[in-house]
């Protein structure tokens, strides 16, 4: 047994473990220490993640679980949105009573999701998926004072079961026609026995069930109103983590262990993408909620995302490691920045940012950047990000896709705008400043240095993306 | 790189300043303007420099920087400038420093008002150097949500619908033209067709020769990506509302220099990769620069606001420069150059002027004026200079720039130049008419507590009117400079009408 292979897991869990049994310790009132802990804990499996040799492939429980390049660089994606999280809900001002078990609960999806970009079989990747979700379902629905949390963690798991049921029917498809449920058997299967029908029928299934934890048109209905009910930090972590989680195993599914049936099926991707593009931005335009408009903003961007795998090559994984990346420190950044303000104000609406300018410039400064981002605008990080994307399509012949996106990424900046414009021109309804805390200020800071680093010298990120694309499909 | 990098000291000034402003409190408001003074002098007096030191007898780009940004893609951070880019170099930061000197009574949020416009004139100035694609279409996205801001927040009217009308035509403008830019880059890196290296160098991407059918799509990408800023009819409805509704110094930065992106890239990236292309398309951006020019006067000439009269007029005088480009021929491109230059110095002027009778009269309707230059003598004469130079009279750049635009379209397409030349008739009727009615005439009481200009409103007036003049007595101080570098396009054309393929 090489437990190398699973350090990262195996602290990420102790770690976990250590803060479920400090709530009970920790006095009333005092149970933001288990968050600091928690930060500090993250930080240093983080580093030890970096440390690693990344090119180093490792596998463990007779190659159930694999370690590689791929799945190091998810994992530090996954630890830092998780410390990001982490640190932002401190400054969080609800949950009082159940911050305790919450710091615990956010350490506790990360073994799901890195058992999902770490999978090397269906089951090892089903039972991290459910790991991650069931306790996503918990996270959403833990603001017992809400009525729209508990909805939205309702409604989270009845769709989760759903999209559950959908992808164990491809997996028991494709178990019942390769005879094996580990990737490598799969895959030498299918190149040796083809493509068939029934096997496609799968895949169809598989890309159905992740694509419902991406997000992507048809499979989002969720997203908008567990992002709108969620704590703003979970809904923080759902937009950043689940996501990246999705991405990582279609990235696996669909690049390594069926490259043969992508073919077949590219066709259904593209029609996923442009759908997700169009529907997630047209939909935004309306939303008088920032969680909604950003539930719908982060639709779109799966969509943008996507056109990673159509492109089917090294570097179009690397742009899309390259956007996920700066998609987390955007959307932590803009997540942040909303927390300080309804922290104050208590109203997630978007008129309520109002005069935000006068009240708080930081606070304005980095959502006003954040959303830079996303819509891809320079000296954003986005533009750069949008640009390895949208290139990478047009040079694997999809013009017309590429003129979609950038005509769908206009249509984002409209509604991007729009809340730019209340912040910065709107007339403040109050006088009072708003004061925002040290941990808040320290996550957005945090993101602002990354978004502004990776789009005036992203260089050195693109180096980073791209060579752990290229270690992946060699 | 060697020695001093000049260039980058230029577009940086502005960038400094505005951090610079961050850090000193909103109430110190003397110490905001003086921070804005000071880097648009940094700015000016480096672009005198510029001047000075360029040498006229290269056609190349010269005071060139270089530092590799994202190897693996071929980008690098490269500037340089030439005889076509550096007039425009030159006039941004003239421009620059006349808007500092316009706002200089600007009284709400003023620190904010001059953060935003030191972003615009830094991305403006990085695309005339820009000696990279994939940084030339960096700073133009850089400027537009700042412009945004800036009409919103300090504009008048209807600022709201035109600050959005305005953004969303550039954005499309732009998106279309980073297909064309992204097509090109991939293009390039093609081994069997392109290069075979990734580059976004644009000495090297103009060296390729792109086959026919490429060319048309991509300067037809290129054509209305670029031609939203130029503007061209009919995309330009963006144009009047945007300049009429911005405040004084970003009307003269829109109308001076944002315009003026638009043609120099058509001319740079346009023209110069795609001489096929731009010889597919030629006759209809003839047909449509004659609309531009003859069409927008006339709209000019019913105009109520003074201020939409400048901006249709703005729109109109770049059908010039658009007719110029489309002619493509040396003396036609040369004169197009030279009028994008001439252009931005008079619309600048007109744009203060204007702003400063709003400031003081509440008003901009022409009909509530009459007798001005009895009560404001000095905007008078200014107003009457910047008018002269718009009808393109003898004895200022924009005579000698008119000139050479159509004594070369007069050749390429003959029926259109004489119909082109008619907008200058146009032009003269409805900026006499309007210098009429609001200057001349009885003295109105109504405005006998108008003030004329004096102290720190003079410097942008007298520095605008001394340019107009300076260069329109000595063309060639400017015109000299264009010549070598536009040649160098030029002769693409004439080696494709050699070829045989007209």
């Known amino acids: 047994m090489n437990f190398n292979a699973i350090l990262i897991e195996i602290f990420t869990t102790i770690l976990g473990v250590i803060l479920l049994v400090l709530e009970l310790v920790l006095p009333k009132g005092r149970k933001n220490t288990a968050g600091y802990l928690s930060a500090a804990g993250l930080l240093a499996i983080l580093a030890v993640s970096l440390g690693s040799a990344a090119d180093n492939t490792q596998t463990f429980f007779a190659g159930l679980y694999v370690t590689d390049a791929f799945a190091g660089f998810f994992k530090q994606v996954f630890l830092m949105g998780a410390i990001l999280v982490t640190i932002m809900s401190i400054g969080y001002n609800r949950l009082q009573e159940s911050k305790g078990e919450f710091f615990s609960l956010v350490v506790f999806t990360l073994p799901g999701m890195m058992a999902m970009v770490s999978a090397n079989d269906f089951i090892t990747l089903y039972v991290g998926l459910e790991l991650m979700t069931i306790t996503f379902v918990v996270l959403t629905a833990i603001d017992t004072a809400s009525v729209k949390s508990s909805e939205a963690g309702i409604k989270y798991i009845l769709l989760s079961a759903m999209s559950s049921g959908v992808l164990l029917y491809g997996m028991s498809v494709i178990y019942g026609v390769s005879g094996s449920v580990a990737f490598a058997d799969v895959f030498k299967y299918l190149q040796t026995a083809g493509v068939s029908p029934v096997v496609l029928l799968a895949v169809v299934f598989i890309v159905a069930g992740f694509g419902f934890k991406i997000s992507a048109v048809p499979f989002h209905m969720w997203s908008p109103d567990v992002y709108e009910g969620a704590p703003t930090p979970i809904t923080a972590f759902l937009a950043v983590g689940s996501k990246a989680a999705g991405f990582s195993v279609l990235i696996r599914l669909l690049l390594q262990v069926m490259p043969q049936a992508y073919g077949s099926i590219a066709v259904i991707v593209v029609v996923l993408a442009s759908l997700t593009m169009l529907v997630g931005n047209l939909t935004a335009i309306p939303q008088s909620n920032i969680k909604r408009m950003l539930a719908y903003s982060s639709i779109a961007h799966a969509g943008y995302i996507l056109l990673g795998i159509i492109a089917f090559t090294r570097s179009g994984l690397g742009a899309m490691m390259f956007y996920l990346l700066l998609y987390l420190f955007a959307n932590i950044g803009a997540f942040a920045a909303v927390i300080a303000v309804t922290n104050h104000t208590g109203s997630d609406e978007i008129s309520s940012f109002s005069g935000l300018w006068k009240r708080s410039p930081f606070a304005s400064a980095i959502l006003l950047l954040s959303l830079l981002s996303l819509a891809g605008i320079p000296p954003a990080a986005g533009f750069v990000g949008k640009f390895y994307l949208f290139a990478e399509a047009i040079r694997q012949g999809y013009l017309w896709l590429a003129f979609l996106a950038i005509g769908t990424s206009i249509i984002a900046i409209y509604y991007y705008i729009m809340v730019i414009r209340v912040m910065l021109v709107g007339e403040a309804k109050e006088t009072t400043s708003i004061i925002t805390s040290v941990p808040l200020k320290l996550v957005m800071a945090v993101s602002a240095v990354v978004t502004l680093v990776m789009g005036i010298y992203p260089g050195p990120v693109t180096d980073w993306t791209m060579q752990m694309a290229s270690l992946f499909l060699k | 790189m060697t020695g001093f990098p000049i260039l980058s000291l230029i577009m940086l000034a502005p960038l400094a300043g505005a951090i610079l402003l961050l850090f000193i409190p909103d109430t110190k408001v003397r110490a905001i303007k003086a921070t804005a003074a000071i880097f648009s002098s940094i700015s000016l007096l480096l672009s005198i420099l510029l001047y000075i030191n360029f040498d006229r007898s290269l056609n190349d780009f010269q005071f060139t920087e270089h530092i590799s940004w994202i190897p693996r893609f071929g980008i690098n951070y490269d500037l340089g400038v030439d005889g076509l880019s550096l007039p425009l170099v030159f006039l941004t930061s003239i421009i620059f420093f006349s808007a500092v000197f316009v706002s200089w009574n600007m009284g709400q949020r003023t620190k904010e008002f001059f953060f935003y416009m030191m972003v615009v004139i830094a991305g403006v100035f990085g695309v005339f150097m820009a000696r990279d694609l994939f940084f030339l279409f960096l700073f133009l996205e850089l400027a537009v949500i ?307 200009i004096k102290g720190v409103e003079m410097i942008p007036v007298i520095l605008l009117g001394f340019v107009i003049i300076l260069f329109g007595v000595l063309p060639d101080l400017l015109v000299g400079m264009t010549n070598g570098s536009i040649s160098v396009i030029a002769q693409k054309f004439i080696n494709l009408k050699a070829g045989g393929i007209f």
């Open chain 2, 146 to 452: 700042p412009k945004f801001i800036l009409i919103n927040v300090w504009g008048s009217k209807n600022k709201d619908y035109a600050s959005m009308k305005y953004t969303l035509y550039l954005l499309a403008g732009s998106a279309v033209a980073l297909i064309g830019i992204i097509a090109v880059y991939v293009y390039a890196a093609d081994p069997a067709k392109g290069l075979g290296v990734n580059t976004f160098d644009i000495a090297s991407l103009a060296g390729i020769k792109y086959d026919a059918a490429f060319q048309k799509f991509a300067f037809f990408l290129m054509l209305i990506g670029f031609g939203v800023l130029v503007p061209i009819w009919p995309i330009h409805r963006w144009t009047p509302d945007g300049h009429s509704s911005a405040p004084t110094a970003i009307s003269m930065i829109l109308a001076g220099v944002i315009m003026k992106l638009g043609g120099y890239a058509l001319i740079r990236v346009g023209i110069n990769f795609f001489p096929q292309g731009a010889a597919f398309w030629a006759p209809l951006i003839a047909i449509l620069a004659t609309v531009n020019a003859v069409y927008i006067a006339v709209v000019a000439m019913v105009q109520k606001d003074i201020k939409y009269v400048v901006a249709n007029s703005s729109i109109s005088h770049m059908g010039y420069v658009l007719i110029g480009i489309a002619s493509l021929n040396a003396s036609s491109i040369t004169g197009a150059a030279g009028q994008m230059f001439a252009h931005g110095i008079m619309a600048a002027l007109f744009f203060a002027l204007v702003g400063n009778i709003y400031d003081k009269a509440h008003t901009r309707e022409i009909v509530d004026f009459g007798g001005l230059a009895h009560q404001m003598p000095r905007v008078a004469s200014a107003f009457l200079i910047a008018g002269l130079a718009s009808l393109g009279m003898p004895g200022t750049f924009n005579f000698a720039a008119e000139f050479s635009i159509f004594t070369g379209s007069i050749q390429a397409f003959p029926v259109l130049a004489v119909l082109s030349i008619f907008a200058v008739v146009i032009t003269a009727i409805y900026v006499l008419r309007v210098v009429q009615q609001i200057f001349f005439g009885p003295r109105n009481a109504r405005w006998d507590n108008l003030q004329d």
